[in-house]
C-alpha cells in the first residue's frame, strides 16, 4: 500500500508531466478524487472532481475547436465537428491520461477499491477534463492551451474526420439545416453502483423532448439519446447507430 510520501512523490512526478507546479494544491488534489471517496468523507472540505471535470469539458472543447479550425481551413463544418468528436471522445482521453500514468493517483473510496476497466476507463476519462479545469484556473488559458497541444496534439489527425459519422454530429446537422437551431441534452438520472454508474440523458430541441437514452458515461448516453432522436425524428433507421453512437 503507498504511503503518504509515495503519493507526493507521484504527484510531483505528474505535475512534472503536466509541465506545471499547482499554487494551490488543493485543486490538483481535487482534480484525482473520486465521487466515491468524496461521498464517503461525508465533509465539505473534501471535494470531487466532478466540478473540475465540468469546467474542464468546456475548456477542453474550446480549445480543440479553436486549434482545429485554424489549422484546417479547407475543412468544412462537418468535418470539422467530426474531428473534435474524436479528439475529446471517452477512449482518446483515458487513453492519453494513462499515458500521464494518472491512473494510480485516482483516489477511490472503499466501494471502488478493485472496480473493473470499465469504471476505470470512465476515471481516466474524467480525470484528464478534471485536469485541464484545474490547469486553467491555477495557471490561465495559456498553460492549459500548452498542454492540451502537448498531451492531445500529437493524436490530431485529418484521418479521425474520415470515420463513422456520430448520432450528436448527425443531429446537429440536421436540426441546425431543418430547426434552424441546435440540439440541448440533458441528464435525466444517475443509477447503479459509482464504478459502473447507468446515466440516462435527453435530446431537446427548444425544450422539446425528441430522444432519450442510456449509457456508462454521460457522454454514452448522449449519444444513445442523439440515436433515439434521429430514429424518432425520421432520419435514421433502428440500429443504424452502434452502442457508442456511430454509423454501423
Known amino acids: 500500500m503507498p504511503t503518504t510520501i509515495d503519493i507526493l512523490l507521484s504527484r510531483m512526478t505528474l505535475e512534472e508531466k503536466i509541465g506545471y507546479t499547482f499554487r494551490d494544491r488543493t485543486l490538483l488534489e481535487n482534480a484525482l478524487t473520486h465521487s466515491s471517496y468524496a461521498n464517503e468523507r461525508h465533509s465539505p472540505a473534501c471535494q470531487s472532481y466532478e466540478r473540475l471535470e465540468f469546467l474542464g469539458d ?8 479553436t486549434d482545429i479550425y485554424e489549422r484546417y481551413p479547407a ?9 473534435k468528436i474524436a479528439l475529446v471522445s471517452g477512449n482518446m482521453l483515458s487513453m492519453i491520461a494513462e499515458g500521464l500514468g494518472v491512473g494510480p493517483l485516482i483516489v477511490m473510496g472503499e466501494s471502488e477499491k478493485g472496480t473493473n476497466a ?5 476515471a481516466l476519462e474524467n480525470v484528464y477534463e478534471s485536469i485541464v479545469g484545474a490547469l486553467y484556473l491555477d495557471a490561465g488559458y495559456e498553460a492549459t492551451h500548452e ?5 492531445l496534439g500529437p493524436h490530431v489527425s485529418t484521418d479521425l474526420a474520415k ?5 450528436k454530429s448527425r443531429l446537429q446537422e440536421v436540426t441546425q439545416r431543418d430547426m434552424r437551431c441546435g440540439p440541448e441534452y440533458k441528464l435525466i438520472a444517475e443509477e447503479g453502483p459509482a464504478h459502473t454508474p447507468t446515466f440516462t440523458s435527453v ?3 427548444e425544450g422539446r423532448r425528441i430522444g432519450r437514452g442510456q449509457g456508462h458515461s454521460k457522454k454514452s448516453s448522449e449519444s444513445a439519446a442523439a440515436a433515439d432522436a434521429l430514429v424518432n425524428l425520421g432520419y435514421a433507421k433502428e440500429g443504424e447507430f452502434d452502442h457508442e453512437g456511430f454509423t454501423n
Open 147 to 151: 498542454f492540451v497541444q502537448r498531451t
Open 75 to 83: 475543412m468544412n463544418e462537418g468535418e470539422l465537428s467530426q474531428l
Open 203 to 205: 435530446a431537446m430541441v
Open 163 to 167: 470515420k463513422p459519422i456520430s448520432a
Open 58 to 65: 468546456s475548456v477542453l472543447g474550446a480549445i480543440v475547436a
Open 118 to 122: 470499465r469504471g476505470m476507463h470512465s
